[in-house]
């Protein structure tokens, strides 16, 4: 395979690559081979300042007729162009997020496809808006008329997570320009060598200056001073829940509005009617798939008590026969986790599960035939009770664990039994308890017989601790949009509320 350069770039602002005005930068490191491959600049307040501002200058640009109060129909012809360009440089992308990330390049490829896929559907939405303006109210009294308007929130902030780190910039920057947003940035320092090219795409299509600005950098440095900046109308987070509380911390001193996309520790629910190996499939993939790194990753399975045996010793089977390899080998389904710290997080989870009593029952240690990269072979771990740190706490690495029950009510309260609320899956031949199940589960997201797949038509969000808002579909438009209620007194007669002062 030829060697993959990875461009250097600098930071994004107003249309143009600008140098971080500290001079800083961060390593990229492939997680595969442990190498630095090239730099990402490195953002700090001073930057944070100069990309907000050139945001709020490409919303009131000529009145705003430019971007944010032009029609849908030019902001879609925008996203078009981005969309095609991505489908033009689509392998190119795949490999930079492949050797950025550390996914199998199968994935990232796949990533690719929804990341355009994710520009057309909100080109056609931001072509619906239009239409949607001056929706009519219908008012009690004849002598008033009303409608509403949707207007963009303004200038918004996007921090975004490095395990799918162009697709989910995307479901943000796609609905925020889509609605007529200015936008800035800030991708995760793990992973954002992609966000830079989507940068580079958006100069090729000639976006207007300062729409789209992408600010690389430590959360700490440039994503802390976006969140809390009063010129920045809103913030929308996807990422760890402890962050997503700092973030709404300093957005609630301006009373800012947030939605924040956090954690999980979703459950997967096995009845005992299902057919096992379709099943052992669908709860790999769950946990799995993109390193086990998914924040909706179904990572606890309930199995009924009665096929549990069966089950589990089919799925040991199956996870050790999955390929681990460098991500650009061919076949490849898992690679290395994302980074060193995330690889000794998930090796101190294995050890804590171990010290409390858990059985580890395969994987978790390093593969055999790779000495270098962070690779961890996918754990299931079971003996696991309801007070142990891998039932409650989120690993976001290949670790699944697991625990048997015997009636519905117990399966729903061991799924509800979560500070988290992201997704849930349940497994069953009998549809009518898959339903009944479906409403009982505590969550904004569930799989009925499979587990993880993501369509852009479909709401994307949780409840309790894993945040509020929902991205995707027409919600994810939503998100972007202000409601204006605009109402008109049409009758030619006084109010008549004051006695008029005597005629003089």
Request: proline share 6%.
């Amino acid at each position: 395979m030829a060697a993959i350069t990875v461009p250097r770039r600098q930071l994004f602002i107003g249309g143009q690559w600008t140098e971080p005005v500290r001079r800083k930068t961060l390593p990229i490191v492939n997680p595969a081979t442990e190498d630095i491959i090239g730099y990402i600049p490195a953002a700090t307040s001073e930057d944070v300042e100069l990309a907000v501002e050139a945001a709020r200058k490409a919303l009131t640009r000529n009145k705003g007729k430019d971007w944010a109060k032009a029609s849908g129909a030019v902001r879609a012809r925008y996203l078009r162009a981005i969309a095609a360009k991505v489908t033009e440089r689509k392998s190119e992308l795949a490999n930079l997020e492949a050797i950025d990330c550390g996914k199998p390049l199968d994935e990232a490829a796949w990533d690719m496809d929804d990341v355009a896929g994710c520009f057309e559907y909100y080109a056609d939405l931001a072509e619906g808006l239009d239409a949607k303006q001056k929706a009519p109210l219908s008012l009690p009294l004849d002598t008033f008329k009303g409608y509403v308007l949707k207007e963009p929130i303004g200038v918004v902030g996007l921090i975004t997570p490095w395990n799918y780190p162009l697709l989910m910039a995307v479901w943000k920057v796609a609905p925020s320009l889509a609605a007529g947003c200015t936008a800035i940035l800030k991708p995760s320092e793990l992973a954002s060598v992609t966000c830079l090219e989507l940068a580079d795409i958006c100069r090729e299509v000639g976006l207007p200056p300062g729409v789209l600005n992408v600010l690389t950098g430590l959360g700490t440095e440039a994503g802390a001073p976006l969140a809390s900046h009063p010129n920045v109308d809103k913030i929308v987070f996807t990422g760890s829940t402890a962050t997503g509380s700092s973030i709404m911390t300093s957005a609630a001193r301006l009373v800012k509005p947030v939605s924040l996309e956090l954690g999980g520790k979703s459950p997967i629910i096995v009845f005992d009617d299902v057919e096992i190996d379709k099943a052992v499939e669908w709860t790999m993939f769950g946990c799995f798939w993109t390193n086990g790194q998914i924040c909706s990753a179904t990572s606890r399975l309930l199995v009924h008590e009665r096929i549990a045996d069966e089950f589990l010793d089919k799925l040991v089977k199956w996870t050790k026969n999955i390929k681990i390899s460098d991500p650009f080998e061919e076949g490849c389904r898992l690679g290395p986790v994302v980074s060193k710290g995330q690889y000794e997080r998930v090796l101190k989870f294995i050890s804590n599960a171990r010290n409390e009593g858990a059985t580890v029952l395969c994987g978790g240690t390093r593969p055999e035939h790779l000495k270098k990269g962070y690779y961890v072979e996918p754990g299931i771990i079971s003996n696991v009770t309801t007070s142990m740190e891998i039932w409650r706490e989120e690993v976001f690495g290949p670790l699944l664990c697991v625990k048997t029950f015997s009636t519905e009510d117990e399966a729903i309260h061991l799924a509800n039994d979560s500070q988290y609320g992201l997704a849930g899956a349940v497994l069953s031949n009998d549809l009518e308890k898959c339903d009944r199940v479906s409403k009982a589960l505590e969550a904004g997201i569930v799989w009925v017989n499979c587990s993880q797949p993501c369509f852009t038509q479909a709401p994307w969000g949780g409840t309790k601790r894993s945040g509020f808002g929902r991205e995707l579909g027409e919600w994810g438009l939503e998100n972007y949009l202000s409601v204006k209620q605009v109402t008109q007194y049409i009758s030619d007669e006084p109010w008549g509320w004051y006695k008029p002062p005597s005629k003089l």
